[in-house]
C-alpha cells in the first residue's frame, strides 16, 4: 500500500485490525488483508476449481471482512480468516447445488502428533517405540520420511534423488505417517 | 520462505521443506497449496490483479464491479477489439509496414562476453549500430559494424535488429526495476555458502496491468536466484503492457 506509513508495514494483524476498529480506514484492513491474498486466493482455488471464480471469491472476502472486521472482536486474525475463506467458498459451491469432491472433504492435516514426533518433539520412551514403528514401515515409505524428516529434503529434493513421481512422494510420505499413527497406538494400547 | 516464493519458485532445498512441514499443521497453508497445485492458470497475474484491485478498494473506499458486470465488459470489449482489430489491420498497419521492420534490442556492453554478442547480432544482419548513454537511450550517432569495438565498456549498445532475427523477443531495460532490484534483492550467498554473483536472462510478456507474466528464465547460475528474481518481477514496479510479444532483461547479481 503506498500511503501507509512504513511502520503499519511491519505492525502485527492484531495492531491493524486495533487501527481498523478505531478509525474504520480502509487502507489498515486494505495492508492486513494483502498480507493473505495469496492464501486466501489458493483456498478458494481448492473449493470453486476456476482462477475466475477464486478471484471473485477473494474480492467477495475482503468486502466480508471489512464489515465483519469492525462488528467482531477478532483475537486471532489467521485462523478466523481462514474459517471466514472456507465458509465462504463452501456457502458458494451449496448455492450452486455442487457437491464437495471427496479429496477436499478429507481432513487436510492428519497425524499431527506423529508429525510433532517426527519434528523432534518426543520423549525419551516414546523415540525408542518410534523407531521400531519406524522399523516396521515399508521400505519406500521410511526412505521418504527420514529424507523429509530428518535431512530436511523436499517433496521435489526426495523425486529428484529417488526418481519418485513427485505424486507418489506425496502419498508415500502421508501412508507412512498413518502407518506410523497406528503401530505407536497400538504399541500404547498395549501398554495400558 | 513466503508462499508466493514456493509457489513460482523451485520448490528445492531447506526452505521449501520447511514450508512443507508448516503445511502439515496448519490447514489455511496446506489448502492453499493444495489449490495452487491443484489448478492449473496463470496464477501470478491474477495475484497481481488481485492486489491490484484490493489496493485500489483500499484507497478509493469503493468495490469493483461485481463478477457479472466485469464479464458482460469483457465480452463487449472482446467484441469492441476485434472490430478495431479489423479495422487497424486493414487500414493502418499497411502504412506504418516500414517503421515496424526494426526493433531496438538493447545489449549491455560492459562484458567482454556480451560485446561478442553484440558483434554478432551485427555482424550477422549487416546492421548499424548506435551508441547510447546507459541512463538515457536516446540515439547520439550512427556507426558501421566495426565501430562497435570503440563502445565504451560501460556503455549500453542499441542495436537496431529486425524483428524476425530476434524472435520478436527483445531486450529492454526498466531504470525503476533495476532500482527495485538493488534495493529490494534477498539472495546474497547460495545453498552451498558461495556468494550470488552471476548474470540472469529472464523472458516474460507484460500483461495488461503491467505485471511480468508467464515468466520463463531463459539463462542463471542458481533456482534460489532464479525464485527470487521472478518474486521481485511480480511484486516489483509496473512495466508498459506488451500485449502477446515476449521481453527480455538481463540482471546481474549482486
Known amino acids: 500500500m503506498p500511503d501507509i506509513d512504513k511502520a503499519n508495514n511491519a505492525a502485527s494483524d492484531e495492531k491493524l485490525l486495533a487501527l481498523y476498529a478505531q478509525d474504520k480506514t480502509n487502507r489498515y484492513i486494505g495492508e492486513l488483508f494483502g498480507r493473505y491474498i495469496p492464501m486466501v486466493y489458493g483456498v478458494c482455488l481448492r473449493y470453486l476449481r476456476n482462477t475466475d471464480d477464486a478471484g471473485d471469491a477473494v474480492m467477495d472476502i475482503f468486502e466480508e471482512l471489512t464489515t465483519k472486521a469492525g462488528r467482531y472482536e477478532i483475537r486471532e486474525f489467521r485462523p478466523w480468516l481462514y474459517v471466514l475463506t472456507k465458509n465462504h467458498c463452501l456457502q458458494k459451491l451449496r448455492r450452486r447445488h455442487t457437491e464437495l469432491p471427496e479429496d477436499i472433504a478429507a481432513p487436510i492435516v492428519e ?61 508415500l510420505l502421508q501412508n507412512g505417517k498413518r502407518n506410523l499413527k497406528i503401530c505407536l497406538e497400538r504399541g500404547n494400547n498395549e501398554t495400558d | 520462505m513466503k508462499l508466493t516464493d514456493y509457489i513460482f519458485g523451485s520448490r528445492r532445498g531447506r526452505e521449501a521443506n520447511r514450508l512443507e512441514r508448516d503445511a502439515m499443521s496448519d490447514p489455511f497453508l496446506a489448502e492453499a497449496l493444495d489449490g495452487f497445485d491443484g489448478v492449473y492458470g496463470n496464477h501470478s497475474d491474477k495475484l497481481a490483479d488481485l492486489r491490484q484491485r484490493i489496493e485500489h478498494v483500499s484507497e478509493h473506499g469503493k468495490r469493483t464491479l461485481p463478477a457479472l458486470h466485469r464479464r458482460r465488459i469483457a465480452v463487449w470489449s472482446s467484441v469492441a477489439a476485434v472490430t478495431l482489430g479489423t479495422v487497424v489491420w486493414l487500414f493502418v498497419i499497411p502504412a506504418f509496414k516500414m517503421q515496424e521492420q526494426d526493433v531496438p534490442v538493447m545489449v549491455a556492453a560492459n562484458t567482454p562476453l556480451r560485446m561478442q554478442a553484440a558483434k554478432a547480432v551485427v555482424a550477422e544482419n549487416k546492421m548499424s549500430v548506435r551508441t547510447a548513454n546507459s541512463e538515457n537511450a536516446v540515439t547520439v550517432e550512427l556507426y558501421d559494424s566495426a565501430a562497435v569495438e570503440k563502445v565504451q565498456s560501460d556503455e549500453i549498445v542499441t542495436v537496431a535488429v529486425p524483428m524476425s532475427a530476434t524472435g520478436n523477443n527483445r531486450f529492454v531495460r526498466n531504470l525503476e526495476f533495476e532500482e527495485y532490484f538493488r534495493q529490494n534483492r534477498k539472495v546474497t550467498m547460495l545453498a552451498d555458502g558461495s556468494p550470488a554473483e552471476g548474470v540472469v536472462i529472464v523472458e516474460f510478456r507484460v500483461n495488461d496491468v503491467g505485471v511480468p507474466s508467464a515468466i520463463q528464465v531463459v539463462s542463471g547460475f542458481s533456482t534460489e536466484v532464479n525464485a527470487d528474481l521472478i518474486r521481485l518481477l511480480i511484486e516489483g514496479p509496473r512495466w508498459e503492457p506488451t500485449g502477446d510479444r515476449r521481453i527480455r532483461i538481463e540482471v546481474t547479481y549482486p
Not at chain 1, 508429525?115 to 514401515?137: I, N, P, Q
Request: glycine content about 2%; hydrophobic content about 40%.
Open chain 1, 111 to 171: 497425524c499431527l502428533d506423529v508429525v510433532k514426533m517426527l519434528d523432534g518433539d518426543v520423549e525419551a520412551d516414546d523415540r525408542a517405540r518410534l523407531a521400531e514403528c519406524m522399523d516396521k514401515l515399508p521400505d519406500k515409505q521410511r526412505e521418504c520420511i527420514i529424507k523429509f524428516f530428518y535431512d530436511d529434503k523436499s517433496y521435489a529434493d526426495i523425486a529428484a534423488e529417488t526418481l519418485y513421481p513427485l505424486k507418489s512422494v506425496k502419498s
